[in-house]
């Protein structure tokens, strides 16, 4: 396209300036002629003129153009005729038109310069060079380009083969004047990226799993061990199997955080979305966790006609993770309280315990991040899932005293109903 505007510029232009005579040319007649000659204005580039004297003709056009045009006048027989000739190397048209007068003939004679006869070989001449150039230019460009393209390729090729394989790979970074081959190369990294975080998430789920599984599974296996023997690792047989029942809890508990990780992409459909009453759910998940609350000091300050638009599955895994993380850590105090702002409805959970180290707290919503030896790294995360699922989000807030969770909800998500 480029190429194509520029070979019409410099046609145009160097047209324009090698041919710019032309357009001064006119057509005169005798008349005006003859008041230009009495001006003195120089009539070297009257293009055409229509006269009744031969003399005329003679002055403008030359002796030699002049003698030919009327012989031919006085050799024609029609009334007029059109002649196009080439005298003294000069390409002309002209028309001799018969009339009488006076009972004389009177021979008007209408001359013009054969423009497209004089200056079309070199416009045809100059038109074929510059094409040739034009297209000598664009097959080198082409080359280039192409040389361009199929380096890129070829480097794209390589790195496909590695990730197919498996393989580590460098950043993509291929740099090309095609925007499309470019788009392509960039798509490829962000798709590099996306592997390489999966990968790195599946390298941490199975140190997960050997780690959690590990502990609870070797127990298990040594007082199972020792019951079958007849020796009781805890003093009596029901005390091991409570410990036994308690390790495969916790294994429990373990895989099915991971199972929710896995799928919380798949977890919330249409059907799934509802008007759901927070308070309730918040007590219901109070009640289950009641036996480690009874040495904790737990304030609820939520309005009782404050729903949230969403899935009671997710909501009931969101609070019961989110509650047990906060009993978890806590000292004493706990307590779940409700504020509004101009776009957000925010629920805060306040714990008096340890604040999180600043060291993980960027982290602190990765699958895997421990705040400590006590959690299994995946209860935050799975809560950021939901609420980002249902159109919210989650954030630690910066405090001097304890620590702080904040769910904040959207107002699209949320409703005020009436107390019956």
């Known amino acids: 396209m480029i190429i194509t505007l520029l070979s019409l510029a410099v046609v145009y232009y160097w047209s324009f300036y090698h041919f710019s005579h032309l357009f001064e040319d006119r057509v005169i007649d005798a008349y005006t002629f003859q008041k230009n000659q009495e001006l003195g204005v120089k009539n070297e580039w009257i293009l055409g003129i229509t006269t009744n004297s031969i003399d005329v003709v003679e002055s403008i056009h030359g002796e030699d153009t002049a003698r030919e045009i009327q012989q031919n006048a006085l050799s024609q027989e029609e009334v007029t005729k059109l002649y196009r000739d080439t005298i003294d190397q000069k390409h002309?048209?002209?028309t001799i038109e018969l009339d009488t007068k006076?009972?004389?003939?009177?021979?008007?004679?209408?001359?013009?310069?054969?423009?497209?006869?004089?200056?079309?070989?070199?416009?045809?001449?100059?038109?074929m060079i510059f094409?040739?150039?034009?297209?000598?230019?664009?097959?080198i460009y082409?080359?280039?380009?192409?040389?361009?393209?199929?380096?890129?390729?070829h480097r794209l090729r390589g790195y496909s083969k590695r990730i197919a394989q498996g393989k580590a790979?460098?950043?993509?970074?291929?740099?090309?004047?095609?925007?499309?081959?470019?788009?392509?190369?960039?798509?490829?990294?962000?798709?590099?990226?996306?592997?390489?975080?999966?990968?790195?998430?599946?390298?941490?789920?199975?140190?997960?799993?050997?780690?959690?599984?590990k502990t609870p599974i070797m127990i298990i296996e040594g007082y199972a061990t020792s019951a079958r023997d007849g020796f009781y690792p805890k003093g009596t047989l029901d005390d091991s199997l409570e410990t036994i029942l308690m390790q495969t809890h916790r294994m429990k508990q373990r895989v099915q955080d991971l199972l929710t990780i896995v799928h919380l992409d798949s977890l919330v459909t249409p059907d799934d979305l509802e008007d759901i009453q927070l308070l309730p759910c918040i007590q219901e998940t109070i009640l289950l966790m009641n036996q480690d609350l009874q040495e904790k000091d737990l304030t609820i300050e939520i309005p009782e006609e404050l729903y949230i638009r969403g899935s009671r599955q997710h909501i009931m895994i969101l609070l019961e993770n989110l509650v047990s993380n906060q009993i978890k850590y806590s000292e004493k105090v706990l307590s779940i309280t409700?504020?509004?702002?101009?776009?957000?409805?925010?629920?805060?959970?306040?714990?008096?315990?340890?604040?999180?180290?600043?060291g993980i707290r960027q982290d602190l919503f990765k699958p895997f991040v421990k705040?400590?030896?006590?959690?299994?790294?995946?209860?935050?995360?799975?809560?950021?899932?939901?609420?980002k699922q249902i159109g919210g989000d989650i954030r630690l807030e910066d405090s001097t005293i304890g620590t702080v969770f904040l769910l904040e909800f959207s107002k699209q998500t949320v409703s005020v109903h009436a107390k019956p």
């Open 92 to 94: 002309l048209l002209y």
């Open 371 to 387: 705040g400590s030896a006590k959690g299994s790294g995946l209860g935050l995360p799975i809560c950021r899932g939901i609420m």
């Open 131 to 139: 094409a040739f150039l034009v297209a000598m230019i664009s097959i």
């Open 169 to 213: 790979t460098e950043p993509i970074n291929i740099q090309t004047g095609d925007r499309e081959f470019q788009a392509l190369a960039e798509d490829l990294e962000i798709m590099r990226r996306v592997l390489e975080k999966n990968n790195e998430e599946r390298q941490n789920a199975l140190q997960y799993i050997s780690h959690e599984m």
């Open 102 to 127: 006076d009972g004389e003939t009177v021979y008007k004679y209408s001359v013009l310069k054969d423009i497209y006869a004089e200056k079309f070989p070199q416009i045809a001449i100059f038109l």
């Open 338 to 358: 409700q504020e509004d702002t101009t776009e957000k409805t925010i629920l805060r959970f306040y714990n008096d315990g340890p604040q999180i180290p600043e």
């Open 142 to 153: 082409s080359n280039s380009l192409s040389r361009e393209l199929y380096s890129g390729i």
